[in-house]
């Protein structure tokens, strides 16, 4: 909220503008700190339908000056593309994941564009992420490669165009802040919680062959309906993994429907333009 603040106080002291300005800037609050709400609300409540290309860009991350170009570029350059995504190139993994999406695609959560008539279908078909999902990427990356309809499609990573030209600056964790060092804890555990949640929409997407506009409304209702069906093999598996069992436990007490009501709130809608 006081980022918001802030950006909206900048953003009022800037010359005024002409109501059909070169560009607006709306800044929105979420209570619901959740991402895929947030993603949710955009697709169905903020997005502007002339837009040809959305981007999102995670708040922790700094995107590089040319990133959003070369985002564009890359989708014109790739026309049977739904999506763009950046490559990391700060971080101890950076040249791991920057590797693994060059040479199996994928699509990476910090920064990454949709093209408008993408955005325009899912809003159309109803879509909504899973509130509470962690791994919104990966799931978003799956919906895409399957061109939005597994029962029709068979996995395509080239529906998502890999720019290696564009990145993020971000400031790295520090081993031995602790702060740093229970961000990275709980973030370790989400990665387990993260792993049951892509076996419930790998099974609901590449299995079941079920549209993505069939997922479950929450992560809790996801996680526990792959559970319940699943083979007595890959069940135990999941048991023999204290950490697997721990975020379980979690996603069966984490039932808040409250979720569901919770609406944005627009701060500001200021006309702007180059100065």
């Known amino acids: 909220m006081p980022l918001a603040a802030e950006v909206c106080s900048w953003a009022r002291r800037r010359p005024t503008a002409p109501r059909d300005a070169f560009s607006r800037l709306r800044v929105w609050h979420i209570a619901l700190g959740d991402k895929a709400y947030a993603f949710n609300h955009y697709l169905h409540s903020i997005w502007q339908h002339q837009a040809d290309v959305a981007y999102f860009v995670d708040g922790y991350v700094r995107p590089l000056p040319d990133a959003f170009q070369n985002l564009r570029r890359s989708l014109h350059e790739n026309p049977d593309a739904l999506g763009a995504t950046a490559v990391p190139s700060v971080g101890a993994s950076a040249r791991k994941l920057r590797e693994e999406l060059v040479h199996h695609g994928g699509l990476h959560g910090n920064l990454f564009a949709l093209t408008g008539g ?14 509470g999902l962690y791994r919104v990427d990966s799931t978003l990356g799956a919906v895409l490669c399957f061109r939005l309809n597994p029962a029709e499609h068979e996995w395509d990573p080239l529906a998502i165009a890999v720019c290696e030209s564009a990145s993020w600056d971000n400031d790295t964790l520090a081993w031995y802040k602790l702060t740093h060092i229970q961000t990275q804890l709980r973030r370790t555990l989400r990665q387990f919680r993260g792993r049951l949640e892509n076996a419930a929409v790998r099974k609901h997407l590449a299995v079941d062959r079920k549209l993505p506009e069939e997922l479950p409304a929450t992560v809790e209702d996801l996680v526990l309906s792959w559970y319940s069906t699943c083979g007595a093999q890959e069940r135990q598996r999941t048991l023999t993994n204290p950490f697997h069992t721990l975020a379980l436990r979690k996603i069966r007490n984490g039932r808040n429907e409250q979720r569901l009501l919770a609406q944005p709130t627009l701060l500001c809608d200021e006309p702007l333009f180059p100065q």
């Open 118 to 131: 993408v955005v325009a279908d899912l809003q159309r078909r109803g879509f909504s992420l899973p509130l």
